[in-house]
């Protein structure tokens, strides 16, 4: 499958997992393709499309919790931001992602 | 169009308790799992990325998917980190010493 | 007064570009590093590092005068910039 192909299933899978959880893909689209580029990336360099905007540590408990979409397992912070971490998704009520604030968690 | 129906798999006797089974009645995958003695059917597809659930680690009637670990309850179906996201659940009976699951009609 | 940022970042991350960005556009002098193009050998470092700082992996981390701030955030990079009357 060419890095194109992959992008739009990981879209269409993604999309599926994070409609029961309240969120869709930002309506910013430049970014969803950015982000999604970059997950196609770091599915085919490190095995898995990791969060573009948080580090690995070969740890795999660790490293399975920014596997995109990784909202079940930051649930608390990306309600409080009303996004995820890195923007590929925000809540179903967002019409405009740029004005949401990106805090770490103990500043919720 | 056909309504829901009972589609025989394996022997009862062939899933041992704390294992599971991967079975295919017409062409669905389905695991047969059989925890603290009762039986289970799940889908044998991860609600994450679609990945296989057989050779997951089974736990406690917790299965972990052996692609991203995303850890499923295997009589609800639930995601245990978000139960809102589940894999399909099937009903099973046994007749016979024949584990037959219902397939929802398609 | 002259102001010492750092930012650590990732490649991957939009918000690291905005946040290098940010700081071009507001005319403040910093030094960065894209963790994950450094050679292999010093990710580790560099990321461990931006961990420690951060007590999260989460990117960018931009350190102002030693004040470590997580994310793209404006209002919080102001607040610790002194040449800014934060």
């Known amino acids: ?108 | 169009m056909s309504g829901p129906q009972w589609v025989p798999t394996i022997d009862d006797s062939k899933v041992r308790d704390g294992a599971y089974v991967p079975v295919y009645p017409k062409g669905v995958g389905v695991l047969l799992v059989r925890t603290d003695g009762e039986l289970s059917a799940i889908a044998n597809k991860c609600a994450h990325m679609a990945c296989p659930l057989e050779g997951g680690l089974l736990h406690g009637g917790i299965i972990t998917c052996p692609c991203h670990d995303w850890r499923f309850d295997v009589r609800s179906g639930a995601l245990l980190d978000a139960p809102e996201l589940s894999i399909d659940t099937f009903a099973t009976k046994v007749e016979d010493g024949k584990i037959l699951v219902e397939l929802k009609g398609a | ?86």
């Not at chain 1, 930002?26 to 982000?35: G, Q, S």
């Not at chain 3, 905005?18 to 994950?36: C, E, L, N, P, Y």
């Open chain 3, 1 to 86: 007064m002259t102001d010492e940022v750092f930012i650590y970042a990732l490649s991957t991350c939009p918000w690291c570009r905005r946040t290098k960005q940010w700081f071009t556009d507001s005319g403040i002098a910093f030094d960065s590093v894209d963790v994950d193009s450094l050679p292999v050998a010093e990710q580790d470092e560099a990321a461990e590092k931006a961990y420690k700082l951060s007590g999260g992996r989460r990117f960018p981390v931009v350190v102002i005068n030693g004040e470590v701030i997580v994310g793209h955030n404006p209002d919080k990079f102001l607040e610790h910039l002194k040449g800014w009357g934060g």
């Open chain 1, 1 to 108: 499958m060419g890095s194109a192909e992959r992008k739009e299933s990981l879209r269409y899978l993604f999309a599926r997992v994070v409609d029961p959880l309240g969120y869709k893909l930002t309506p910013d689209e430049e970014l969803a393709d950015f982000l999604l580029e970059q997950e196609v990336k770091l599915e085919q360099d490190h095995g898995a499309p990791f969060c573009p905007c948080q580090g690995r540590t070969r740890k795999r408990a660790e490293d399975m919790l920014i596997v995109c979409p990784c909202i079940p397992f930051h649930r608390e912070h990306f309600d409080a931001m009303k996004r995820c971490w890195c923007g590929l998704f925000v809540h179903k009520d967002v019409s405009d992602p740029d004005s949401l604030p990106q805090f770490p968690p103990d500043e919720g």
